[in-house]
């Protein structure tokens, strides 16, 4: 499922090779805490991560939106791996939108059937097709394996203890 390894992909991505160390002393954070957020072993926090995308010079959601690419390119190969099918099937099955020639189309159709360049017009329009964010992420490609460890979620505690109320 969708984890923390896909953020932590998408900043690697997006801070360019051989530039960690530079970044997790701008987010105020070491070089191991910055590993274990792109490796996908630490979960990252809000505030942690609105720090990443402003030394990015991004906005948190192009990270998020970035993460969430890999993580459909990820999906589809892995589904396509058991069924003898290629990622890139997968995903035109699932994103069959009319082509900006299918929408002219049915524009120069509207005289016989206003009903159906309305139809072509929304479907093109949808708010979920992909638009370029400036990321350096492909929307295509980019393996992603999951940690090698359950992610941190922060202190542990001690088996038996609880925090004491104040």
Known sequence: MFGPEYLG???AIRRGE???VELASTIG??????NAYEKGRRRIDEATLE????A???????L???AFYLFRYNHFRRRGEKIGVSAEELAAQADRHPSLDEVRDAFRSLGENPWSFVAKMLEHLRP??????GSRVPLWGVV???????PRTGKKQKKGRRPEEG
């Open 9 to 11: 992909r998408a900043i």
């Open 18 to 20: 051989g530039k960690q």
């Open 64 to 66: 998020l939106q970035d």
């Open 144 to 150: 992603v394996e999951p940690p090698r460890r359950a």
């Open 51 to 54: 720090r990443i995308a402003e």
């Open 128 to 133: 979920d097709r992909y638009y370029e964010t």
């Open 56 to 62: 990015l010079q991004c906005d948190p959601i192009h």
């Open 29 to 34: 954070v070491d070089k191991a805490t910055m």
